[in-house]
T-cell receptor, first 115, second 115 residues
Framework: AQKVTQAQTEISVVEKEDVTLDCVYE???????LFWYKQPPSGELVFLIR??????QNEISGRYSWNFQKSTSSFNFTITASQVVDSAVYFC????????????FGAGTTVTVRA | EAQVTQNPRYLITVTGKKLTVTCSQN?????MSWYRQDPGLGLRQIYY???????DKGDVPEGYKVSRKEKRNFPLILESPSPNQTSLYFC??????????????FGAGTRLSVL
């Protein structure tokens, strides 16, 4: 069975600090997809990134970056120079290629950025 | 605008009173899912549908029903709601093909309270 663990329940930082969110996953499939979603205080879920299991290249999008390491089954997310607008709950999720309509989510990490 | 629309956004009801939460998507997506979000548990899949008239159970289907008579609509039915179904519900849809394959897009959520 697939499983996603986000060990950090809450993280609080001061604006402009960097923050890294950990995500560890378990799957028996060799082909799978990893995702990050953001849930701001307004409640909607916003898609941030999808990465497939064959692409271990790190990715950067503005102040966001992702580090995918198959050797440690981790897909960590870093926000550089955090801003108050980054305050949200962040979810890591996994789907397996044979069941790619099913997303398994971690419990989420609440990030609070203080001005 | 491409979107997933859920209604109602907020609902308070009493134990045993049947209710339906509607979900509609305008992206011609094959896949649709329902999730519930509870504190500390992330999102868990209730039911999913791979296409019209094709539905199956997710991780927590007890107490829920779904139907998929049209591609765009995927209502969630609670025949006899109970207080343990108080939760935040999300509908999602995704395409089964193309570059955005298996990226799930979520509705704004429905906050349900069962008294």
């Amino acid at each position: 069975a697939q499983k996603v663990t986000q060990a950090q329940t809450e993280i609080s930082v001061v604006e402009k600090e960097d923050v890294t969110l950990d995500c560890v996953y378990e799957t028996r499939d060799t082909t799978y997809y990893l995702f990050w979603y953001k849930q701001p205080p307004s409640g909607e879920l916003v898609f941030l990134i999808r990465r497939n299991s064959f692409d271990e290249q790190n990715e950067i999008s503005g102040r966001y970056s992702w580090n995918f390491q198959k050797s440690t089954s981790s897909f960590n997310f870093t926000i550089t120079a955090s801003q108050v607008v980054d305050s949200a709950v962040y979810f890591c999720a996994l789907s397996e290629a044979l069941n790619d309509y099913k997303l398994s989510f971690g419990a989420g990490t609440t990030v609070t950025v203080r001005a | 605008e491409a979107q997933v629309t859920q209604n109602p956004r907020y609902l308070i009801t009493v134990t045993g009173k049947k209710l339906t939460v509607t979900c509609s998507q305008n992206m011609n997506h094959e896949y649709m899912s329902w999730y519930r979000q509870d504190p500390g548990l992330g999102l868990r899949q209730i039911y999913y549908s791979m296409n019209v008239e094709v539905t199956d159970k997710g991780d927590v289907p007890e107490g829920y029903k779904v139907s998929r008579k049209e591609k765009r609509n995927f209502p969630l039915i609670l025949e006899s709601p109970s207080p343990n179904q108080t939760s935040l519900y999300f509908c999602a849809s995704s395409s089964g093909q193309g570059i955005a394959k298996n990226i799930q897009y979520f509705g704004a959520g429905t906050r349900l309270s069962v008294l």
